[in-house]
């Protein structure tokens, strides 16, 4: 249960974020961790709901993810009261943190306006499964798929007297 409601609420966030950069045709949010890693999206999310703080070129265009990253950081301490709980070289990564990721974006959320429509959680249950799976959610599913071949494996081993089975590379 505890797992459902934890897939319900990253999808109700995911489909704030979403609805949130939708003006902003550089990002595309699909999950909690490679989507963040240029630091567009988060400058993007400040952004649509406090125009006023910077200006959106200047940073988009302008500057590494690095910087991105430190600059909407700095912005949410700055204007929101929002802690810099992120290092932005941490986030800059191929496969940042999705807890972290998720624990930033949920403090945003509790101080941005909040509202979510049905739209944009149909649109984020129509993402392709591959696009919401993180790389720690991919090992962990074939871990658990191989783990379960070795256990038919032994299965069929101690009733049989002679088992081949190809496991995949």
Not at 83 to 104: F, G, H, N, Q
């Amino acid at each position: 249960m505890a797992g459902l409601q934890q897939t319900n609420s990253e999808m109700i966030l995911l489909s704030w974020v979403r609805q949130s950069t939708r003006n902003y045709p550089q990002v595309n949010v699909t999950n909690f961790t490679t989507s963040w890693s240029d630091g567009l999206a988060f400058n993007a999310l400040l952004h649509s709901h406090r125009p006023d703080l910077f200006d959106w070129n200047a940073v988009a265009s302008q500057q590494s993810p690095v910087k991105r990253l430190d600059h909407a950081f700095t912005i949410a301490r700055q204007h929101l009261g929002i802690e810099k709980l992120l290092d932005p070289e941490d986030v800059a990564t191929a496969y940042p943190d999705k807890k972290s990721i998720l624990m930033y974006v949920t403090s945003l959320f509790q101080v941005l306006p909040q509202q979510v429509t049905m739209e944009a959680i149909r649109e984020v249950e129509m993402l392709p499964r591959h696009a919401r799976i993180t790389r720690e959610e991919h090992v962990e599913v074939h871990e658990q798929h191989f783990s379960q071949e070795v256990s038919f494996t032994f299965l069929l081993s101690s009733s049989c007297s002679k088992v081949v089975v190809s496991l995949p590379t």
